[in-house]
C-alpha cells in the first residue's frame, strides 16, 4: 500500500514566524508518532520535533520555546509554527510518521520514521 504526503514550502525573513501544514493520505496517524526532520546542504538529517499519539511533545535543543508541533488527527494533518526564524534553519523539511505511538528512540536523528513525504524547501533570509 502506497503512502503520500503532502507539506508546504515558505519562504521568510529572518526573526519572523512560520508555519507549515503536513496532509497525510493513505494511511491513519491518530495512533501514531508523527514528526518534523530536516536535512540542510552538506548536513546530516536530524528531527526537529515530534508528537507522540498522546500528544507529549519532543522539540531538539536549538527549537525549543521557538518551535511548536501539533496535530490534527480528525484532518489526519500535522502542523509546525516556527517563532524568531534563524538563516541556519533553511533546509529541507519533511513530515514524517513512525509505525508505533511513542517518538522512537532516536527520533532527533531523523531514524524510526518508515513514511515520509516528499519535502518542502525552507529559507530563511537574512
Known amino acids: 500500500q502506497e503512502q503520500e504526503m503532502e507539506s508546504g514550502g515558505d519562504l521568510v525573513e529572518a526573526g519572523h514566524s512560520m508555519r507549515l501544514t503536513c496532509v497525510v493520505s493513505?494511511?491513519?496517524?491518530?495512533?501514531?508518532?508523527i514528526a518534523w526532520l530536516r536535512q540542510a546542504p552538506g548536513k546530516e538529517r536530524e528531527g526537529v520535533a515530534c508528537?507522540?499519539?498522546?500528544?507529549?511533545?519532543k522539540y531538539r535543543d536549538n527549537v525549543k520555546r521557538r518551535f511548536d508541533i501539533s496535530r490534527n488527527n480528525a484532518k489526519n494533518t500535522l502542523y509546525r509554527q516556527m517563532n524568531s526564524t534563524k538563516p541556519d534553519e533553511t533546509a529541507m523539511y519533511y513530515c514524517?510518521?513512525?509505525?508505533?505511538?511513542?517518538?522512537?528512540?532516536?527520533?532527533?536523528?531523523?531514524?524510526?520514521?518508515?513514511?515520509w513525504g516528499q519535502g518542502t524547501q525552507v529559507t530563511v533570509s537574512l
Open positions: 508528537i507522540r499519539w498522546d500528544v507529549i511533545k
Open positions: 514524517a510518521v513512525a509505525d508505533v505511538s511513542y517518538c522512537p528512540e532516536y527520533w532527533f536523528q531523523g531514524d524510526g520514521f518508515p513514511y
Open positions: 493513505g494511511l491513519r496517524i491518530e495512533h501514531s508518532a
